[in-house]
């Protein structure tokens, strides 16, 4: 409405540069002046109409002068009045039809037909006619007009609604040159349609780069650089626009908030996505439900970071997260080798039940005990899993026990075969009456009590007698 007031007000103006007793007619018009009776008449017709606004008047002095035989002077002026009044209230499309018969007549002099061209240009974009009002800006400029800033403004604006981008972007851009350092918020908006539509993407990236410095608050242009990156598939980019949008709190819904959580996890930062998730959940603008608490834990759990993954878990549990949920717990208590607390959370995972495999947590859970020397309570353990991981563990500590059942019977047979090879010295040296060590008088006794303790030993009961 605005625009509409500004044109009417320009084209008035225009209309009344035109006007007066001493303009000069195009060179088929010889009459110069007024006869005196109908220069009284119209004189009456422009007063009511410029001084008073006293259109209806105005309206039946013209009439009168129209029906009275007029000369070609005369009647140029009687025309441009009647457009100037139809102008004024509003008869746009009668102001137009004025003009042009006064061009058709000749009446317009050649030095004001530029100028004529221009006012019907406005006169048809105060009524939205854009093609025809494009159409008379295009003759202005034909006839000698030269625009100027306010002039190019529209002429990047009238070859932008009829879609003719390559004309829209050259004015535009003449216009940002004649502005300078001068930022218009308008202008720099028509550049980014005009830029996006046709293609020109490093131009479009530099007028935006202007915009977020200049108007940092404006989400909009945040969006649109973003949606560059995304358009050309370079996620990293677009990555780093909605982080920093995120960091200037411009993103405030769960759904913008998880789309950065969901970055950095893409991103091979499941830390950082743990933190702003962590965050956001406790500052209420992301909801803390069983899936959220868990998605928490994966990031955590992911980072090696099992130590803050637990009370995490431990809450999502709590709100109902079942089995599943304390199976996860005491995953992650055995990460930390905190081996009763891993037994209590599976065995509480496997009483709540939903559990995919129970035969894993029993063997997690032989495993904690294992781990504590329980080793009766592990192999009950490994024996419930009826898995092969069950099955591996009881194998190893069965063969771990065979181990030191042996070792013990090695310790034994060794002393004993020491005793054996001594009493055959002690022999010896007996048979060639050579004098016989202190030891040997005892060797007959200690062999005895070496074998009786080989025969004693259980882990030697299957052992070769020596």
Request: hydrophobic share 40%; net charge neutral.
């Amino acid at each position: 409405m605005k625009l509409n007031v500004f044109l009417k007000g320009a084209v008035a103006a225009g209309l009344l540069g035109l006007m007066g007793t001493g303009a000069a007619l195009a060179q088929g018009c010889t009459e110069t002046t007024f006869g005196a009776k109908t220069g009284q008449t119209y004189l009456e017709a422009e007063t009511a109409a410029m001084a008073n606004k006293d259109w209806n008047t105005a309206i039946s002095k013209l009439n009168q002068l129209r029906n009275s035989q007029l000369n070609c002077y005369e009647e140029s002026a009687v025309i441009r009045l009647s457009a100037y009044i139809k102008i004024e209230q509003g008869d746009r499309q009668g102001a137009i039809r004025d003009l042009l018969d006064a061009i058709n007549k000749g009446y317009i002099p050649q030095d004001q037909m530029s100028q004529t061209y221009y006012n019907i240009a406005q006169i048809y974009l105060q009524d939205e006619n854009i093609k025809s009002a494009l159409e008379y800006m295009q003759k202005w400029q034909q006839s000698g007009g030269k625009p100027d800033r306010t002039q190019k403004w529209q002429l990047a604006v009238l070859y932008q609604r009829v879609d003719n981008y390559k004309e829209a972007v050259r004015w535009a851009e003449e216009v940002r040159r004649d502005d300078g350092a001068k930022f218009d918020q308008q202008l720099y908006d028509l550049l980014v349609f005009l830029y996006n539509e046709s293609g020109q993407k490093a131009k479009l990236a530099e007028v935006l780069e202007v915009l977020v410095e200049r108007k940092p608050e404006e989400r909009k242009y945040w969006d649109a650089i973003a949606g560059n990156y995304f358009a050309d598939n370079e996620q990293r980019k677009a990555f780093e626009v909605q982080k920093a949008m995120y960091l200037a709190g411009i993103l405030k819904t769960e759904e913008e908030i998880m789309r950065i959580v969901n970055f950095y996890n893409q991103f091979n930062a499941p830390y950082y996505a743990a933190k702003v998730l962590e965050k956001e959940m406790n500052a209420g603008r992301v909801k803390q439900t069983v899936e959220k608490m868990s998605l928490l834990a994966d990031f955590y759990q992911v980072a090696r970071e099992h130590e803050k993954a637990i009370p995490v878990i431990r809450k999502a549990a709590e709100m109902g997260g079942g089995g599943p949920m304390y199976e996860r717990l005491g995953a992650s208590y055995s990460e930390l080798q905190k081996w009763k607390e891993t037994e209590d959370a599976l065995q509480q995972a496997l009483k709540l039940g939903g559990v995919k495999d129970r035969g894993t947590l029993w063997v997690r859970i032989g495993q904690s005990r294992f781990e504590r020397g329980d080793r009766a309570g592990a192999k009950e353990a490994f024996r419930q899993a009826g898995n092969a991981g069950g099955r591996g563990w009881l194998d190893f500590m069965n063969s771990e026990e065979e181990t030191k059942d042996a070792l013990v019977c090695f310790e034994v047979q060794a002393a004993v075969l020491n005793l054996v090879n001594e009493d055959k010295i002690c022999k010896k040296l007996q048979g060639l009456g050579d004098a016989q060590p202190e030891g040997c008088k005892t060797i007959a006794e200690r062999l005895v009590v070496g074998r009786e303790k080989f025969k004693a030993t259980p882990q030697c009961r299957n052992a070769q007698p020596v």
